[in-house]
């Protein structure tokens, strides 16, 4: 098998055979060599000038890693994403950078693709034309930017497929037809007619990777052989002939990048006319059978033994330096390195303790701890090396604020309790009960505090006030009346007071113009409804017999798709898909548990202590109970065995006891105690 890589760069409207933005480099180990090309597209004009060294960073660190093709990609674009985050977190809004890049490391005929950012890799083989891009993806964060890089990887069989990478600007000029039928042309031939559509963009690279039938040893011929070996050229910069024949002809003097430079001589001669030209042949892939055993006219007969001779005294001299000077040379190239990572990851600890922003103390960590590894990876039995990397991880603990609840106390264990089948949904606490809505029958049950018998207040199917009660879709306790707020999917509202027999049916007017219901909030004697599928938090103020009210939006129709969890202090917060928003008068302000170390994932209820300024969030997916200041920052995670199967949270009146709802029971700890990590600091 012989990969062959061709390549063509417009830069500046001028083509060239290798752009700026594109890198190709081996690593060779002992057992196998890995070829590496990186591919570099900037999200704006001033990250432009960056992008090379940018993609020979990444290139670098890949070359020293010993990890799997995959972890040392993974590992190599973090480490490049966390320097250049660092130099934009310093620098001036107008001198910050980002970068997508596009890998690929080529081991044994199977080619591993990395993206983050922008960039586009077409794969074409016998099963069609597939494309890789990062849109609607984590890995569409670019190198440099806010969030943390989450690569995306793909895999291709060279012996089957080709793949051909693009900057995404590309497809924008010419569609995709044209790219499909570019490859459709075959390896041979595709760089040729893609450049044809391509030649009037400004700036672009395209690299065609293939499986050809070379020799490996030797260079591959180019796409279109050069009409005049003598013309001098500039550079790389490449001559252009005609237009394939399945393209409209080109204009007069237009450039062609399927075609190599002769090396620079003289001055250029004057070129043939257009109609004295000769048309340019398409690229010869396969080679000619070589001609063994005949010597060219001229060459001399014998060999020059005296040169030769002076030639091996010089390689000897050469080896003997060699052997004397560059390990010395190696030894004080492996101390700089460790050095310069010892001192970035000293740099990037005093970040962190100087710092009162959770998240940038997280991310200084974050970089502290690469550099460590990149250090440990040079010498890991050097003396400083263990002393930081304990210093870090102390304070990424404390930064992690995990609390092991050991005082659980079981409220209630639903079976025997309950009768089956039951789906624990929502819990809310008032009046020194405990409310549960069970999602599988369309039940509500009154729970002492204490653990006692549970009692069916609620149930669907029966008539209250000779209104037929539907299943409920939220339930909330609001305190400036002392009742329980249930609302069916008939948009009836029911009202439960502890002292009453049964459910009162409330007013709650157009309430069936909502297009859904995601959950429910009580405030000052308000009720908020959270509509996702209408971008909206609607807010019905108390009149009449409930809320015969107008009721009216309070975020003006936004994307709330993800929305599941609402509360109100005057501010709006809105749990979606594992981010808390926060919303004053309409407008977003910064987002909430910042520093924390992963954001909730189907997180399954939401409570504030309103008097502590302290949210709460039973973070289903990572089965721990999380607190955070209602201002911004994380305050800590709560763990326990019991949390497999979260389901809801609520707090006592006084915010000293957390009531957490799970797939068996309810229990509950004391959420206010500190993080053993965070109490130990001075």
Same mark, same amino acid.
């Not at 591919?39 to 660190?61: K, Q």
């Not at 909730?600 to 039973?618: C, K, M, N, Q």
């Not at 006592?652 to 109490?679: K, N, R």
């Given at each position: 098998?012989?990969?062959?890589?061709?390549?063509?760069?417009?830069?500046?409207?001028?083509?060239?055979?290798? @752009?700026?933005?594109?890198?190709?480099?081996?690593?060779?180990?002992?057992?196998?060599?890995?070829?590496?090309?990186?591919?570099? =597209?900037?999200?704006?004009?001033?990250?432009? =000038?960056?992008?090379?060294?940018?993609?020979?960073?990444?290139?670098?660190?890949?070359?020293?890693?010993?990890?799997?093709?995959?972890?040392?990609?993974?590992?190599?674009?973090?480490?490049?994403?966390?320097?250049?985050?660092? %130099?934009?977190?310093?620098?001036?809004?107008? +001198?910050?950078?980002?970068?997508?890049?596009?890998?690929?490391?080529?081991?044994?005929?199977?080619?591993?693709?990395?993206?983050?950012?922008?960039?586009?890799?077409?794969?074409?083989?016998?099963?069609?034309? =597939?494309?890789?891009?990062?849109?609607?993806?984590?890995?569409?964060?670019?190198?440099?930017?806010?969030?943390?890089?989450?690569?995306?990887?793909?895999?291709?069989?060279?012996?089957?497929?080709?793949?051909?990478?693009?900057?995404?600007?590309?497809?924008?000029?010419?569609?995709?037809?044209?790219?499909?039928?570019?490859?459709?042309?075959?390896?041979?031939?595709?760089?040729?007619?893609?450049?044809?559509?391509?030649?009037?963009?400004?700036?672009?690279?395209?690299?065609?990777?293939?499986?050809?039938?070379?020799?490996?040893?030797?260079?591959?011929?180019?796409?279109?052989?050069?009409?005049?070996?003598?013309?001098?050229?500039?550079?790389?910069?490449?001559?252009?002939?005609?237009?394939?024949?399945?393209?409209?002809?080109?204009?007069?003097?237009?450039?062609?990048?399927?075609?190599?430079?002769?090396?620079?001589?003289?001055?250029?001669?004057?070129?043939?006319?257009?109609?004295?030209?000769?048309?340019?042949?398409?690229?010869?892939?396969?080679?000619?059978?070589?001609?063994? @055993? +005949?010597?060219?006219? @001229?060459?001399?007969?014998?060999?020059? %033994?005296?040169?030769?001779?002076?030639?091996?005294?010089?390689?000897?001299? &050469?080896?003997?330096?060699? %052997?004397?000077?560059?390990?010395?040379?190696?030894?004080?190239?492996?101390?700089?390195? &460790?050095?310069?990572?010892?001192?970035?990851?000293?740099?990037?600890?005093?970040?962190?303790?100087?710092?009162?922003?959770?998240?940038?103390?997280?991310?200084?960590?974050?970089?502290?701890?690469?550099?460590?590894?990149?250090?440990?990876a040079i010498d890991a039995e050097d003396p400083r090396v263990a002393p930081l990397q304990a210093e870090a991880q102390s304070l990424v603990a404390v930064l992690d604020a995990v609390v092991e609840v050991a005082d659980l106390r079981e409220v209630i264990t639903f079976e025997g309790r309950?009768?089956?089948?039951?789906?624990?949904?929502?819990?809310?606490?008032?009046?020194?009960?405990?409310?549960?809505?069970?999602?599988?029958?369309?039940?509500?049950?009154?729970?002492?505090?204490?653990?006692?018998?549970?009692?069916?207040?609620?149930?669907?199917?029966?008539?209250?006030?000779?209104?037929?009660?539907?299943?409920?879709?939220?339930?909330?306790?609001?305190?400036?009346?002392?009742?329980?707020?249930?609302?069916?999917?008939?948009?009836?509202?029911?009202?439960?007071?502890?002292?009453?027999?049964?459910?009162t049916v409330l007013t709650l007017r157009d309430a069936e113009e909502m297009t859904s219901v995601g959950a429910m909030a009580a405030y000052v004697g308000n009720l908020y409804i959270l509509d996702a599928e209408a971008g909206e938090v609607w807010r019905y103020l108390q009149a009449g017999n409930g809320f015969d009210s107008e009721r009216s939006g309070l975020l003006g129709g936004i994307d709330l798709a993800g929305a599941s969890a609402l509360g109100v202090d005057g501010d709006i917060y809105v749990l979606d898909e594992g981010v808390l928003r926060r919303f004053?008068?309409?407008?977003?302000?910064?987002?909430?548990?910042?520093?924390? /170390?992963?954001?909730?994932?189907?997180?399954?209820?939401?409570?504030?202590?309103?008097?502590?300024?302290?949210?709460?969030?039973?973070?289903?997916?990572?089965?721990?109970?999380?607190?955070?200041?209602?201002?911004?920052?994380?305050?800590?995670?709560?763990? +326990?065995?019991?949390?497999? /199967?979260?389901?809801?949270?609520?707090?006592?009146?006084?915010?000293?006891?957390?009531?957490?709802?799970?797939?068996?029971?309810?229990?509950?700890?004391?959420?206010?105690?500190?993080?053993?990590?965070?109490?130990?600091?001075?």
């Amino acid at each position: 098998m012989a990969i062959w890589v061709g390549r063509y760069a417009m830069v500046g409207g001028e083509v060239r055979e290798h @752009g700026p933005w594109l890198v190709d480099r081996e690593r060779r180990r002992e057992d196998e060599t890995v070829r590496l090309i990186v591919l570099a =597209e900037p999200l704006d004009e001033r990250s432009g =000038e960056f992008c090379a060294e940018v993609a020979e960073a990444v290139a670098a660190l890949f070359g020293r890693e010993a990890l799997s093709l995959t972890g040392g990609l993974l590992r190599s674009l973090q480490q490049a994403h966390t320097n250049l985050a660092e %130099w934009n977190r310093r620098s001036l809004r107008e +001198h910050q950078v980002a970068v997508g890049l596009t890998c690929i490391a080529i081991r044994e005929g199977v080619a591993t693709i990395a993206q983050v950012g922008p960039g586009s890799v077409y794969v074409a083989g016998p099963e069609g034309l =597939e494309k890789f891009v990062t849109d609607d993806l984590p890995a569409a964060a670019p190198l440099g930017g806010p969030e943390p890089v989450e690569p995306a990887f793909h895999a291709a069989d060279l012996d089957k497929q080709q793949l051909l990478l693009l900057t995404s600007d590309v497809e924008g000029a010419i569609g995709a037809g044209a790219i499909g039928h570019s490859l459709a042309a075959g390896p041979e031939r595709a760089l040729a007619e893609l450049f044809v559509r391509t030649r009037q963009l400004s700036d672009m690279t395209a690299v065609l990777i293939a499986d050809l039938d070379i020799d490996e040893d030797e260079e591959p011929p180019p796409p279109i052989e050069t009409w005049d070996e003598d013309e001098e050229v500039e550079g790389r910069r490449v001559i252009l002939g005609e237009a394939p024949s399945v393209a409209p002809a080109p204009v007069e003097g237009t450039p062609s990048p399927v075609r190599r430079m002769a090396p620079a001589g003289p001055a250029p001669r004057e070129r043939p006319s257009e109609e004295r030209r000769p048309p340019s042949p398409m690229p010869q892939i396969r080679r000619p059978p070589r001609v063994v @055993g +005949h010597r060219a006219p @001229g060459m001399p007969t014998g060999l020059p %033994w005296r040169w030769l001779a002076g030639a091996l005294a010089v390689l000897l001299a &050469l080896a003997a330096a060699v %052997w004397l000077v560059v390990p010395g040379l190696l030894s004080e190239d492996r101390e700089a390195q &460790l050095t310069d990572a010892l001192g970035r990851a000293e740099g990037f600890l005093s970040v962190a303790e100087g710092t009162v922003d959770p998240a940038q103390e997280r991310q200084a960590l974050t970089s502290a701890l690469a550099a460590i590894e990149e250090a440990r990876a040079i010498d890991a039995e050097d003396p400083r090396v263990a002393p930081l990397q304990a210093e870090a991880q102390s304070l990424v603990a404390v930064l992690d604020a995990v609390v092991e609840v050991a005082d659980l106390r079981e409220v209630i264990t639903f079976e025997g309790r309950i009768t089956a089948p039951l789906t624990p949904a929502a819990v809310v606490y008032g009046r020194g009960d405990l409310w549960m809505l069970d999602g599988e029958r369309g039940r509500v049950f009154r729970i002492p505090e204490g653990g006692g018998d549970p009692t069916e207040v609620y149930r669907t199917g029966e008539r209250y006030e000779e209104t037929e009660a539907r299943e409920p879709l939220a339930i909330t306790w609001e305190s400036t009346s002392g009742r329980l707020l249930v609302l069916d999917t008939a948009r009836t509202l029911f009202a439960i007071d502890p002292e009453a027999p049964q459910p009162t049916v409330l007013t709650l007017r157009d309430a069936e113009e909502m297009t859904s219901v995601g959950a429910m909030a009580a405030y000052v004697g308000n009720l908020y409804i959270l509509d996702a599928e209408a971008g909206e938090v609607w807010r019905y103020l108390q009149a009449g017999n409930g809320f015969d009210s107008e009721r009216s939006g309070l975020l003006g129709g936004i994307d709330l798709a993800g929305a599941s969890a609402l509360g109100v202090d005057g501010d709006i917060y809105v749990l979606d898909e594992g981010v808390l928003r926060r919303f004053r008068l309409a407008q977003e302000q910064e987002p909430l548990l910042r520093g924390i /170390d992963t954001p909730p994932e189907s997180a399954a209820g939401l409570v504030e202590d309103a008097a502590r300024g302290r949210i709460y969030i039973a973070d289903r997916g990572n089965e721990r109970v999380v607190a955070g200041n209602r201002e911004g920052p994380f305050l800590a995670q709560f763990l +326990h065995p019991e949390f497999l /199967d979260l389901r809801g949270i609520t707090l006592s009146a006084d915010g000293s006891t957390a009531y957490v709802l799970t797939g068996s029971g309810i229990y509950a700890f004391d959420p206010l105690q500190e993080p053993p990590a965070a109490a130990a600091q001075p």
